[in-house]
């Protein structure tokens, strides 16, 4: 199955998004949303945790009247097996839907052995509830012990221009096990979709200063890459965030790239990406430009540097 965009809804009655922008409202959420909607974007993708509920409900409020053309996905924090199918129930209401099209784990923790939860997504799947169980920023080592405990059918991690980290392993272990992928904050969280330097603009309070990109040890070496990158997108007539967005869309093995938005212009800049095609001499420039990112940092490491 080909590439497709997805509008990411984290930013969705969600604190770190709102934190620095006071002016981002419910109303102009409902504008993103309606915007995607008539660009075409038929895959959404939100969280329990997103703003509190508040993400899927709002999204579920905009979808249910179109619900069986367009695919939901969301998301929950390790919590005891036993209450997982509750939790799918409360998304199920949120969502105003009788079922999830991918229900991820979301960031798993180290050591602790996630077969029973496997085991109550399968039990929600026979259910009707979820069709399709996916984890979300898990390692190959991580989901190896789970492919005995039901179907992993999808994998959601970080990957970007800027952060390809997953190709090394999981890229090959999931196609290996016919797992398909998902790629999240494929604009760098907007670093991508900006001119050089635009993070210097953003508001002290803004909490993307703390993304592994922006750290002074990192920020300096990506400065040059940016700018080339930058460049490619003004010599063919697209934006950075077209750039980057088609780039996520030529990879062969991606079934969905998420995009995150604030406003319908943005959504309608982004949607074009999904038509545009990059001449395979600029993939590879662009390839050989970002693989030297591949081993800045480890392996098991998240943009947010986040240890769950
Ligand atoms: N599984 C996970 O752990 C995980 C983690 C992160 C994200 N996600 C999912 O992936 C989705 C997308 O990721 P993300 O929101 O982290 O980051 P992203 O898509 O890389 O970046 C989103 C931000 O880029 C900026 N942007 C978007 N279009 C633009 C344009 N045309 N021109 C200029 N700036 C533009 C906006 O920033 P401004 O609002 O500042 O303009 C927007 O909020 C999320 O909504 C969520 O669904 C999942």
Redesign the pocket.
Known sequence: MNSELGL????FGDEY?SSS?STYSHRETVRVIRAALRAGIAHF???QG?GNGVSEQVTGQQLRQIRRSVSIAS?TYLRPASTVEQGIEKSLRRLCTDYIDIF?L??PKPSQDLRPQIEALERARQKGYIRAIGL??FSAPQIQPLLSAGQIDYC???Y?LLWRTAELSLVPFCRKHNIRMVS???????L???PPGWAESLPPEDPRHRLLFLQPEVSPRLQPILQQLWDYSRKIGI?G?QLALAWNLSRPWNRYT??????P??VE??SQAGSIHLPPELIEKIDALTTPLLHLWPESE?IFGHRP
């Open positions: 990411g809804c984290w930013a998004w922008d993708d939100t969280a997103y998301k991820y979301h960031w979300s920023n959601q991690f970080g970007s999240y904050s494929s604009l760098a969280q907007g991508l979709a900006h934006t965030a998420l995009f995150g938005a604030r406003r212009s943005q800049e982004c998240n």
